[in-house]
């Protein structure tokens, strides 16, 4: 049908809704590396960020959001990363977090 | 049936006579047939005394809420609303408007907290016109005034909320308006989470409440974000949040409390059928969407072209066909004295133009 | 002189539950004769109404059968079913008129919950499936939990913080146990329900006690509990009886909506009813959570500032059991020391 255009169009949801989200990956991501949901968000990671000094890198939402289910992006995010490891010196409860960002490009190259 | 039991914990006074009436400026506009039933319900129904005041103007809530009206200007206004009230002998203020509502309750609450902003609009009243006012007996918005009376309107009841056909009640959507009782809990009859003015007379006139997800949610007037045109995605998107969230509970209808959200949610059903093809309600002919003075004069007998129906975006007849309501289709674009008032172009979500073949408009 | 020193001291201790039945026992054991006076018909107070506890998932009627028999063994007089109206240093009235007398008076009467239906934006009295912690502990004792409607939940949020740190409702202080709890209930559902996903909606996660933190860490990393930084805003109800609810997913910066099939409020403790009238005839003083004010922090947590009159367990603030068993001992050591026991 020929829609009409009002010079405005509906405003999509910003929410994170996990009726919608498709989870499947996410669970994958967590069976193969349970610590990952024991992120007490503190950002250390991210304090630390060589990648994440110099551009919007923000490891510690890009993994939270893959475990909400929001996979766009995620990949081309976590390209950004320079495998440094400082975060996982940091890292207060001790997360393979290079190995975080492995597996979600491993896992989410599709997205 | 929601179990509301904490309704009763917020109750307010209402005063049983001598209002003096708070015009919309929404209403005049969209649906002047409500404004209308409200004062002839009271006076010719209910026998009570309500003085519709031609020197009272807007409150300036729009202005207020866009930032154009400053604070110190919109508590002159209501001082003056009040010294006119004050001059005819009256002290029950009834406000037509949930934005004037909340305007008067926030004025009258920020000078019981500041005095000195009271003491500032009585200055700057008295150099403005003279006048000096004293503060009303009683605040009350038009819909508190009909759950005020919803038993005695139902015993003179010519119709019920009921479907004539299968003898079910109907099932309602109450949509109460942010400034009813989001800002003063206490200000609205079952506080902000729970109110119960709609569902109060719904219940009262034989009908059924249905709650949904989003029930609490703004029907996204918001001002700002419908008066700038390109803000009114915001605005748009939030009444589409509702419809879609109260949709799969088949509504006979929707009331709503406030002027802007009878509108928007009425209106938008048609943008959002133009804009996307999204169509609500049976048939895909939209949900139509009543004041609470409507319903409360369909039940009491009124015309529907009397009580300015047809001013609805989405047609009332299949819901008047529901209730029984018997009503003269030619007549539905005759204003008084039966003058053709002209008739709306054929929409998607109109169901009654006979040139409009349903479904197929693609 | 002689007759004197034969002539037990006797203590009224006001509250059966683990504090005030701690209090006895330690009292008894040095010489005294304690009196304990119970508004409910039984001892056991509001342990009574618990299943397991954290961090061992002991079951709590161990501790409270315990309790109870050694308080029967020893022979101390418990008077039941009576309200106290009215604390002096040396007796207490009850509501029935009658006067007990002692020398000294301790005051375990622990706290009251938060009443969750306040908080109206949850639901919690109008939608089926939302349901408190304590409605959680009772369907645990009763073997049976589960939806309203008798099926298995798929899917469990629990809330952190309702009627706690929250100015709203005037609780601004911080219920303590409630994020433990939220943790140990998780573990529970997904014990009982391992194919469910369970939820946990929290501001702070606060791991005081031993081993509250290895326990955290288990209920995410062996069990997969998703924790979400945020609030939940609102409950509202859906077409099939769920729960949908609303938070900010604050990691992220993003709103965030879902539906459950169980919303669990982890309600707080509010300083006890009674405190205000207690307080106000005895000349007591009140923090400003209400809680009845120790005379000081250090070294006289377990005195009021009148003499005479002692404090045991959560009436003072909110405490786990293991420091209100601690802390009824110390209060009635201090006791024993003030009376020359």
Not at chain 1, 72 to 81: D, L, P, S
Not at chain 2, 294 to 318: N, R, S
Request: proline share 4%; charged share 25%; aromatic share 10%.
């Amino acid at each position: 049908m020929a829609a009409i255009n009002f010079g405005y169009t509906i405003s999509r949801p910003r929410a994170i809704d996990l009726d919608r989200n498709n989870l499947r990956k996410s669970d994958e991501i967590l069976r193969e590396m349970p610590e990952l949901q024991t992120c007490i968000g503190c950002g250390s990671c991210t304090a630390v960020c060589t990648a994440g000094n110099l551009t919007e890198f923000n490891f510690r939402k890009v993994h939270t959001l893959v475990r909400r289910g929001e996979y766009q992006g995620a990949y081309e995010e976590m390209n950004k990363c320079m495998l440094c490891g400082k975060c996982r010196l940091v890292c207060p409860r001790g997360i393979n977090t290079r190995g975080v960002v492995l597996l979600i490009k491993r896992k989410l190259g599709d997205f | 049936m929601m179990k509301r039991n904490s309704w009763q914990d917020y109750q307010k006074q209402i005063a049983d006579d001598r209002y003096y009436y708070g015009r919309s400026c929404i209403r005049q506009n969209f649906f002047p047939g409500s404004e209308k039933a409200f004062i002839d319900i009271l006076r010719n129904d209910l026998g009570r005394d309500l003085l519709d005041d031609p020197m009272h103007s807007s409150c300036t809530g729009i202005g207020y809420h866009s930032d154009i009206v400053p604070l110190e200007t919109i508590m002159t206004v209501v001082a003056r609303q009040f010294a006119l009230m004050n001059e005819a002998g009256y002290e029950n203020f009834v406000s037509s408007c949930i934005t004037s509502f909340g305007v008067y309750t926030e004025v009258l609450a920020t000078w019981a907290e500041f005095p000195e902003t009271e003491e500032k609009a009585r200055e700057n009243l008295f150099k403005a016109t003279g006048r000096e006012f004293r503060k009303p007996a009683s605040l009350a918005h038009t819909s508190d005034v009909v759950f005020h009376f919803r038993n005695e309107i139902a015993a003179r009841a010519k119709r019920r909320l009921v479907n004539v056909a299968t003898g079910e009640p109907l099932r309602v959507v109450e949509h109460i308006g942010c400034h009813y009782a989001k800002i003063f809990p206490k200000s609205g009859i079952g506080g902000s989470e729970f109110p119960y003015v709609l569902a109060g007379m719904v219940e009262a006139w034989g009908g059924e409440c249905v709650d949904y997800p989003e029930r609490r949610h703004c029907c996204g007037f918001g001002f700002r974000n419908y008066l700038v045109q390109a803000n009114r995605g915001y605005s748009i998107a939030n009444s589409h949040k509702k419809l879609e969230s109260l949709a799969p509970y088949k509504p006979d209808f929707i009331v709503a409390n406030c002027p802007g959200c009878a509108m928007f949610l009425d209106k938008w059903q048609y943008t959002i059928a133009e804009m996307e093809g999204t169509t609500y309600g049976e048939n895909g002919h939209g949900i139509p969407v009543l004041t609470y003075e409507e319903m409360a004069g369909l039940v009491l007998g009124y015309d529907p072209w009397a009580l300015g129906m047809q001013m609805h975006q989405v047609d009332v007849e299949p819901l008047l066909d529901k209730m029984g309501v018997e009503y003269d289709p030619a007549a539905k674009y005759l204003g008084r004295n039966g003058k053709y008032i002209g008739k709306p172009a054929s929409a998607v979500v109109n169901c009654c133009p006979t040139d409009t073949v349903y479904g197929i408009r693609e | 002189m002689k007759m004197e020193k034969m002539k037990k001291k006797r203590v009224i201790v006001i509250g059966g539950g683990a504090a005030g039945m701690q209090t006895a026992l330690r009292l008894a054991r040095r010489g005294i004769e304690p009196v304990i006076v119970e508004k409910e018909a039984e001892l056991g107070g509001k342990l009574r109404g618990w299943y397991v506890l954290f961090p061992t998932f002991t079951p709590a009627s161990e501790v409270l059968n315990e309790l109870r028999r050694r308080v029967h063994e020893c022979g101390i007089e418990t008077v039941l079913s009576a309200q106290v109206t009215g604390i002096a240093p040396r007796s207490v009235e009850l509501a029935d008129g009658r006067r007990i007398d002692g020398d000294a008076v301790v005051v375990a009467t622990g706290f009251s919950l938060f009443d969750a239906s306040v908080k109206e934006e949850y639901g919690y009295g109008i939608y089926d499936n939302v349901y408190t912690s304590v409605d959680i502990e009772r369907m645990l004792g009763e073997g049976r939990v589960a939806k309203a409607d008798g099926s298995r939940p798929k899917r469990i949020a629990f809330l952190h913080c309702v009627g706690s740190r929250d100015e709203k409702v005037c609780q601004q202080h911080c219920s303590r146990v409630c994020c433990i709890t939220g943790v140990k209930q998780a573990m529970e559902m997904k014990r009982l329900f391992p194919d469910a996903d369970v939820f946990n909606f929290y501001m702070d996660i606060r791991m005081f006690g031993p081993g509250y933190e290895e326990m955290y860490r288990e209920a995410q990393q062996q069990y997969n509990v998703h924790f979400v930084r945020g609030r939940i805003s609102e409950a509202s109800p859906m077409l099939d009886g769920r729960i949908q609810i609303k938070a900010e997913d604050t990691l992220t910066g993003r709103p965030l909506r879902m539906s459950v099939d169980m919303l669990v409020l982890l309600v707080g403790m509010r300083a006890n009813d009674d405190n205000a009238a207690l307080a106000a005839g005895a000349g007591l003083r009140q923090s400003p959570s209400g809680f009845l004010a120790a005379r000081d922090h250090f070294l006289g947590s377990v005195r009021s500032e009148v003499e005479g009159i002692y404090y045991a367990g959560t009436v003072t603030a909110p405490k786990n059991i293991g420091e209100t068993l601690n802390e009824a001992a110390a209060a009635a050591d201090a006791v024993a020391e003030a009376l020359g026991a």
